[in-house]
């Protein structure tokens, strides 16, 4: 089983930023596919925020458009999603996700971090 680790997550004030970086754990040498970041509220379903295609191509939520920017690096596997401008809405657990294996029908997750934004 693949696992992903993210880090970066925190508390800020509304108007902030953060950098959450996901990873696979060591040991997990793997080439992901597409990747992608999903927030969850407590009670409620994960909601992507952003993805990114293997090849560099992004997707993302209408609410983070402009504010949020997801990339690459390469040389570690990882994704990054750059978070500026922060709002309260944005307060939730961020998942990261990687497809891998044939055909991109396998994906792994992270444990999630913490994102909390205040007024």
């Known amino acids: 089983q693949v696992q992903l680790v993210e880090s970066g997550g925190g508390s800020v004030q509304a108007g902030g930023s953060l950098r959450l970086s996901c990873e696979p754990a060591p040991g997990n040498m793997i080439s992901l596919k597409d990747m992608g970041w999903h927030r969850q509220v407590p009670g409620n379903q994960r909601e992507l925020v952003a993805s990114?295609?293997?090849?560099?191509?992004?997707n993302y939520a209408d609410l983070v458009k402009n504010r949020f920017t997801i990339s690459r690096a390469y040389a570690k596997n990882a994704t990054i999603l750059h978070m500026d401008n922060l709002e309260e809405k944005d307060t939730g657990t961020y998942y990261c996700?990687?497809?891998?294996?044939?055909?991109?029908?396998?994906?792994?997750w992270g444990q999630g971090t913490q994102v909390t934004v205040s007024s």
């Open positions: 990114i295609t293997k090849d560099g191509g992004t």
């Open positions: 996700n990687a497809r891998y294996g044939p055909g991109g029908y396998s994906s792994a």
